[in-house]
Each structure stands twice: as structure tokens, then as C-alpha cells.
Nanobody, 120 residues
Framework: QVQLVESGGGLVQAGGSLRLSCAAS????????MAWYRQAPAKERELVAA???????NYAGSAKGRFTISRDNANNTVYLQMSDLKPEDTAVYYC??????????????WGQGTQVTVSS
């Protein structure tokens, strides 16, 4: 069964940095799109950043210049380096990936979420 396991969340002061990681289980054939979403309390889940297998990346306006998405294709891992964090970045961050596994075509999977809290 395909799983995405996230790590790296926590509590940080405004202006600080965090790096989130998301690793896919090894029983897969290929990964196309990998992305990070976030959901703040009482708000809808929103896209933060996404990257394709070819290395193209897109960012939400709030993330541009502060966040960097990267991936390690050999280890099926995607990262989100977050800098200059602001209290409004506080949310649960979710990894999402479009994965092809044995006997299954490309399917979107979600990680369990990791809490990021930025104090002022």
C-alpha cells in the first residue's frame, strides 16, 4: 500500500525556518507531481508549492521568495524549505503526490499532515 510519511513540523518563532520532508513508500513505480498543501483552522486547504518530475515548480503567492520545494527522485522524497516564517503560515501542512504503483495507475495520495506553528 502506498504511503506518504511527513516529518519536520514544529513550533518556530516568526522569522525562523523549518524544513518539511515527505517520503513515499518504496513499493511504487513512479511519481509525477509532488506538492505541499496547508490548512489553517477554519480555512480551506490551499496549495503552497508543487513540483513535477521534470523539475518545474510553482508556488502560491504567499510562498514565493520564502519557500522552496525540492525533490529527491531516487528516494521518492519531497521537501519544503520554509524561511522567514510568519504567524499566518501556521497550519497543518500536507504532502500530496501523484503516484503509479504496481497494478494501479496514477493516483493521488495524501500524507497524514504535520503541524507548523509560528509564534509572533
Amino acid at each position: 500500500q502506498v504511503q506518504l510519511v511527513e516529518s519536520g513540523g514544529g513550533l518556530v518563532q516568526a522569522g525562523g525556518s523549518l524544513r518539511l520532508s515527505c517520503a513515499a513508500s518504496k513499493s511504487i513505480l513512479s511519481i509525477n507531481l509532488m506538492a505541499w498543501y496547508r490548512q489553517a483552522p477554519a480555512k480551506e486547504r490551499e496549495l503552497v508549492a508543487a513540483t513535477t518530475s521534470g523539475g518545474q515548480s510553482n508556488y502560491a503567492g504567499s510562498a514565493k521568495g520564502r519557500f522552496t520545494i525540492s525533490r529527491d527522485n531516487a528516494n521518492n522524497t519531497v521537501y519544503l524549505q520554509m524561511s522567514d516564517l510568519k504567524p499566518e503560515d501556521t497550519a497543518v501542512y500536507y504532502c500530496n503526490a501523484l503516484i503509479r504503483s504496481y497494478g494501479v495507475g496514477y493516483t493521488a495520495y495524501w500524507g497524514q499532515g504535520t503541524q507548523v506553528t509560528v509564534s509572533s
